[in-house]
């Protein structure tokens, strides 16, 4: 793109006020947490939204409140506790779904209902069996109903793209006469390309009536690699939400990476003049390293913007270049998106006031009794480890899941493994009400016998989904992660631990999921009201 700016400025925004801002709706905890790897923890995702909120996001969309009720749960203690963003849930169009998200959203200083529907032909007729005309009614219903909870309401056209204009014109008319503030047009399936979607914006912008009484906002999948690009071309033919997650994570290939996109408007201001969000990008690396931690999915490390060599310039060329001038081979500085290169590595000898200086780097900020905690675990790490780098501080940050730290525990460990025989391992676990079990097991490896004999113990049977062992930083010390997933009565169950002995770690990742299990709980529902308007 060159030449003429590419941004038409004259659209809404949410209070009307401000025709640059582009307004950052961030669904990792809803659209990235619904992936598989993904899955959190309600502790997890109070702490993900707390860092969401810090980093400046406009709207959190915390979950899809109605489809379990630890998702409500999730989203009514994300509206309790987190202040900032307007705190989101998902409904379909329908009105157990909508009321769902008006309870889970109650207790938030501003909140929003958004409510999907299918439009697309493939969608109305194999999902819905349902005609234009029966889509157009339930979504004016369903707008209709959210507006005696809330009058913040998104209407998404679910497969947007792929239906036809005119229709997607008529069915956004009739949502904005409903009641709809904002209209979302998401790229379902990832299947457009930036030259159509931003010719899709700008024709329904023209067509839609009350088109300047509704924000219009994009949500790309990166099916084709393209959800950023999509974006930003959205954005381009008036788009003033976008849609977006920590990392790109997200349904099949992903969302559009928040990181990504934020800092394209950001250094490529000249091509959108104009247009900010309110997004604090120095807290963009420490936001995007805090979810690998919660999630154990590690961050490529070529990945745009928070990947590890995103900022490493390797090649004697681009060194020299550089040398001379940042500029050369450099288009964002690390520090703008917070990455604060040190030459410092902790060891045994390194005080609290140096891994509270370290950690408030990494963009960790522990009152006094947790920093307590970490540099008691610290201490211990600097006895077995000479070095203690960024990532084994980070691990100790994040710790352990809260929602997954007992009844179990584990009391004692042993396995041995020899070439050419089968592995062995016994351990003994410890319960909150006080009894013990000792079990042992063989297995085709130590890891193996282990998580067999933690199965035993606890009673569980588990079906192993996915296994991932890493090492967390450099040398034959490293600590490494263990992530185990387990599909457990038809839903994943994640557990991550990080030791400098692999096999503690993963005995520990086995022990999450099995206190995960003993940990569903029913959450009765608050009373229904309605939430202020
Ligand atoms: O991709 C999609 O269509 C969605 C909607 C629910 C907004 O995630
Ligand atoms: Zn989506």
Redesign the pocket.
């Known amino acids: 793109m060159s030449g003429e700016p590419a941004v038409d400025a004259n659209s809404a925004t949410l209070d009307g006020k401000d025709p640059g801002r582009v307004l950052v709706f961030d ?1 990792t905890l ?2 990235g947490e619904q992936a598989p790897g993904f899955s959190m923890s309600r502790a997890q995702k109070l702490r993900m939204a707390g860092a969401l909120a810090d980093l400046g996001v406009d709207i959190l969309e915390a979950g899809f409140p109605h489809a379990s009720d630890d998702d409500f749960a999730s989203v009514r203690t994300i509206a309790a506790k987190v202040r900032g963003p307007r705190i989101c849930g ?1 409904a379909r169009c329908q009105q157990g779904d909508i009321e769902s998200v008006a309870r889970a959203i109650e207790p938030a200083d501003k909140g929003r209902i ?1 409510i ?1 529907l ?1 439009t697309s032909p493939l969608h109305r007729e194999f999902k819905l069996q349902m005609s234009r005309q029966q889509v157009i009614d339930a979504a004016v219903a369903g707008v209709q109903h959210a507006q005696r909870y809330c009058d913040d309401i998104e209407f ?1 056209a ?3 793209i792929r239906t036809e204009p005119e229709f997607l014109a008529e069915v956004f008319s009739a949502a904005i006469e409903a009641g709809a503030t904002t209209v ?1 047009v ?4 990832g299947y457009t390309t930036p030259l159509e979607i931003a010719e899709r914006f700008a024709w329904l912008r023209a067509n839609v009536r009350g088109a300047d009484r509704a924000v219009f906002s994009s ?1 790309c ?1 990166d099916d084709l690699g393209m959800a950023v690009a999509n974006s930003l071309a959205a954005i381009s033919a008036g788009a003033r939400q976008v ?1 977006c997650t920590i990392n790109g994570i ?2 099949r290939a992903g ?1 559009a990476a928040l990181e990504e996109l934020v800092m394209a408007l950001h250094v490529r201001g000249d091509l959108f003049p104009d247009l900010h969000t309110g997004i604090r990008t120095q807290r963009l690396h420490a936001t995007a390293r805090l979810l690998s931690q919660i999630t154990g999915q590690p961050i490529p490390r070529n990945k745009a913007v928070v990947g590890e060599n995103a900022f490493a310039h390797e090649s004697g060329i681009h060194q020299h270049g550089m040398l001379k001038h940042r500029g050369t081979y450099e288009i964002m500085r690390a520090e703008d998106v917070g990455v604060k290169k040190t030459e410092l590595v902790l060891g045994k000898h390194s005080g609290r006031h140096a891994l509270r200086e370290r950690l408030s780097i990494l963009g960790h900020d522990p009152d006094d009794a947790a920093l307590d905690e970490i540099f008691t675990r610290f201490k211990t790490l600097a006895d077995k480890k000479r070095e203690v780098f960024d990532a084994d501080i980070e691990a100790m940050a994040v710790g352990r899941d809260p929602d997954a730290a007992g009844p179990w525990h584990l009391g004692h460990l042993h396995a041995t493994s020899h070439f050419g025989s089968s592995a062995s391992a016994s351990v003994r676990l410890t319960h909150d009400d006080g009894h013990e079990v000792s079990e042992a097991a063989i297995g085709d490896g130590p890891i193996d016998a282990v998580l067999r004999a933690v199965s035993r113990a606890v009673g569980h049977d588990f079906s192993v989904n996915e296994f991932q062992i890493r090492a967390l930083s450099e040398g034959g010390d490293a600590q490494g992660q263990a992530a185990i997933s387990v599909i457990h009565q038809g839903r994943e169950l994640r557990g991550q631990s990080v030791s400098t002995d692999i096999v503690e770690a993963a005995a520990h990742a086995i022990l999450e999921i099995a206190n995960r299990i003993e940990h569903f709980t029913v959450v009765e529902p608050p009373a229904r009201s309605a939430i202020a308007r």
């Open positions: 669904t809803r659209d998902l958004h999907f299918a998404s679910e497969d947007a979302n998401p790229d379902t399936v949500h999948h849609e997200g349904e969302n």
